[in-house]
């Protein structure tokens, strides 16, 4: 919405100091964060670990990855060997770089894990 209203904003300052347009040759990017739910499961008996891990490891993502917006892991009440990662990032480029840094940022929390992570992209509803 606010994109909208920017927009609108700067037709009418166009349209009140009567720019010719026509000759500018302009490029209109609209960047819509990219935002992933990823469920992954620990193994038995490492939660203590694996918390202990994300507690060193997500500070130096935040840190060295500035698209990244959000990187979140939470526990799930109910299922003690869950973990949930909460991330946005700026644009596909930040998801990117992120992608090219999970090996080297996860390598100490890869072995606590049970194979297979499941990853869902959300779209924003408002």
């Known amino acids: ?3 909208f209203m920017e927009l609108t904003i700067l037709l009418i300052i166009l349209l009140k100091i009567k720019i010719n347009t026509k000759n500018i040759k302009k490029e209109l990017v609209v960047v819509i964060p990219i935002t992933l739910i990823a469920a992954a499961r620990v193994k038995k008996g490492n939660m203590e670990k694996a918390i202990e891990v994300l507690k060193e490891v997500v500070p130096k993502i935040k840190e060295s990855e500035p698209g ?10 109910g299922e003690e060997n869950s973990i949930i990662f909460y991330e946005v990032y700026a644009d596909s480029d930040a998801l990117k770089q992120h992608n090219k ?4 940022n996860m390598v100490k929390l890869s072995p606590l894990l049970e194979p297979g992570i499941d990853i869902k992209i959300c779209h924003e509803i408002i």
Request: glycine share 6%; with cysteine.
């Open 101 to 104: 840094n999970l090996g080297k």
């Open 68 to 77: 990244c917006l959000q990187y979140i892991p939470h526990t799930i009440k």
């Open 1 to 3: 919405m606010q994109f």
